[in-house]
């Protein structure tokens, strides 16, 4: 399909959707005719001139002047968003759409790992699957067979700040899907029975994920990223001697000050009526009591002073991987419109920078993944390379710098520039035409901004990003010396040499290099990680000039 088809029927979408505001400017392909922007003229283009009548001398007498190009504007949205609280602090979000045949209802709760006790890693997963699981009036398995029998779907998304419980039902089924939330709410099965199968169930995720071809990294990757900061340090999965030790108490707790109708979001999008649905809402939600919350309570992030790196040996990888991470500012921070771009220049799409270079053109690489986390806290700004077999990793690396740097000193072409805002808006547009991705995003929204109608204005922030924003967030925040990486290798064949690696020149900033060559500052109590993640790299091949002596530790 081509770009004009493809934004015409985009337009064409929203406009059935109701999704763009009386008057909205559609995508320029998609504009009527006389809405469409002067064509310049063919000198303007570099074409050749037309031959002509001679003009009268007024009109010879001025240059032809080029029309400016009007500037590309995104698609203006207009959600219906209506919002109400209830007595017990539950805040209420509809956007209805009676044209749509499903009606999606998304509770959204304000907690996630970062509120787990240090020593109780896992518990919020715990308590996840506690709460999907069943309750004491809905049997295990019962919530699913209800829903799926009527032709609906579950899902459940846990992250580091927040927890989302969606269904998505027929739109005449609104009133079962808000009885099964608020059940849930109120009356979720803490039986040992039920801790003991979810721990188990735990456990097992644990071990296949990290048994997984390269589901080592990204774990890795954030230990190293919020060294020190344990809220969003400690895998959201758990640890291994967390959860073996994990006890029953530990989850009624958690749940007793963190699940209750005042950390919540109730959200629902589609086919519904905004007055048939609040009654329903108060019927099934007000006799729900407030809990005695415990409110997320922040330390101080410790500043990263210089690189730090970690190399994973993966059983089941087949060729080596690459992750770099930078700790950046939280999603609600003014930089984030602008990394957000910066990760689609890199890494959106076959034409972004990392895509065309390095599976394209170099060919070392087979997939190219750019990304924010959307966090409350400090975000993470990743990128995850998986290479071809027999791809230098060293060579990779510097191809990856290479073009961060050109973002940060030349920054984008008004083209690139532009065709990122377009992808993004894309994904955003498309997103939303799903009830239930909309139900999330507007309890996400009501969670982090405080009002779900922040979501109606996300696109124009997109594309207010300059090239000087693009430039300025890349200096900024993705320098060499607050960069993590982590290597993942194939696991070693005996009698064969370490990986092939090229040498690095050590990382440049405005500041002095720190010592050890970029190496990391070990955190209090970090030491032993550091250590597994030094004894962990490759051996060098140089061998030591005098053998009678101990041999330096290498830097990194």
Known sequence: MSRTSLRRAVAAGLAALGLLSAGAPC??????PA???????????????????????????????????????????????????????????????????????AVTYDVGSRDEPNGRSGVARLVMGMMARGSRNVPAGEHQRLVAERGGELAV???????????????????????????????????????????????ERRGALLGAAYGQGPIRLQALVFQGYWPHEHPALGDADDLAGAELSWARD??????????????????????????????????IPAVAAAPFKDVPFPEQTSQRTGVVRDSAARAPAILYGWAVPPRSHPDHDA??????LLGRGESSRLEALLVGDKAVARSVRVATGDHRGPDLFSIDVRLVEGARVGDVEK???????????????????????????????????????????????????????????????????????????????????????????????????PPPRAPRAPA?????????????????????EKARGAAARPASKKKPTKPAKPAKPRKK
């Open 35 to 105: 809405a469409r922007p002067p064509r310049t003229t063919a000198a303007a283009r570099g074409a050749a001139p037309v031959a002509r009548a001679a003009a009268p001398p007024r009109r010879a007498a001025a240059p032809p002047r080029r029309a400016a190009a009007p500037a590309e504007a995104p698609i203006a949205l207009a959600l219906p968003i209506e919002r109400t609280t209830l007595q017990n602090g539950l805040r209420v979000v509809m956007s209805p759409d009676r044209s749509s045949p499903t009606v999606a209802v």
């Open 399 to 497: 191809l990856i710098e290479g073009e961060i740097r050109s973002l940060a000193t030349a920054g984008p072409a008004p083209a690139e520039l532009a065709r990122a805002r377009r992808l993004l808006q894309s994904a955003f547009v498309a997103g939303l035409a799903d009830p239930a991705a909309r139900a999330r995003a507007l309890g996400e929204r009501e969670l982090l901004f405080g009002d779900a109608a922040h979501l109606n204005g996300e696109l124009a922030r997109y594309f207010a990003v300059t090239r000087e924003d693009v430039q300025r967030v890349a200096r900024d925040h993705l320098g060499p010396t607050r960069r993590t990486i982590v290597e993942t290798y194939p696991p070693a064949t005996p009698g064969t040499s």
């Open 157 to 203: 998304e846990a992250g580091i700040d927040r927890t989302a419980y969606t269904q998505v039902l027929p739109a005449n089924e609104l009133a079962l899907a808000l009885w099964l939330e608020a059940d849930r709410m109120k009356a979720l099965d803490l039986s040992e029975q039920a801790f003991e199968a979810q721990r188990r169930e735990a456990q």
């Open 27 to 32: 995508p320029a392909a998609a504009a009527p």
């Open 508 to 528: 440049r900033a405005g500041a002095p290099a720190a010592p050890g060559k970029g190496a990391a500052k070990a955190a209090p109590g970090k030491g032993a």
């Open 339 to 344: 990394l957000a771009v910066v990760a689609a």
């Open 254 to 287: 958690f749940h007793a000050v963190h699940y209750g109708p005042n950390r919540a979001v109730l959200s629902i999008a589609g086919g519904f009526d905004p007055g048939e649905a609040m009654e329903l809402v108060r019927r099934y939600f007000d006799g």
